[in-house]
């Protein structure tokens, strides 16, 4: 059974850096096309970033574009989110998200999403 832990966020001055990690003990990733989500106070979620089953392709929201990586390590069953030069506009709960659907569809309808992780706390002081 698939239920996906997120660990890695924390409190980082702006121009920092950090690492999100997502990771299921049960199920497969390799069938799951993977994405991050993120909701800052008072706003509504917003795509991060998504990569497709084979890691091959990935997608990411104008905002994080050349700061953020995604990846995925099918072994060990982990969706990683790898963030640099962060904003404090970068402040939000990220999320981490798996579906059977492409990562178009995910980007597309994530309410849709197969599973969903609880939420880890990203805080970038000025």
């Known amino acids: 059974q698939v239920q996906l832990v997120e660990s890695g966020g924390g409190l980082v001055q702006a121009g920092g850096s950090l690492r999100l990690a997502c990771t299921s003990s049960?199920?497969?990733?390799?069938?799951?096309?993977g994405a991050w989500f993120r909701q800052a106070p008072g706003k509504e979620r917003e795509f991060v970033a998504a990569i497709s089953r084979s890691g091959g392709a990935t997608m990411y929201a104008d905002s994080v574009k050349g700061r953020f990586l995604i990846s995925r390590d099918n072994d060990k069953n982990t969706l990683l989110l790898h963030m640099a030069s962060l904003k404090p506009e970068d402040t939000a709960v990220y999320f981490c998200?798996?579906?059977?659907?492409?990562?178009?569809?995910?980007?597309?309808?994530?309410?849709?999403?197969?599973?969903w992780g609880q939420g880890t706390q990203v805080t970038v002081s000025s």
């Open positions: 998200a798996w579906d059977r659907a492409t990562m178009e569809s995910m980007i597309a309808r994530p309410d849709h999403s197969d599973y």
């Open positions: 049960g199920g497969t990733f390799l069938v799951y096309s």
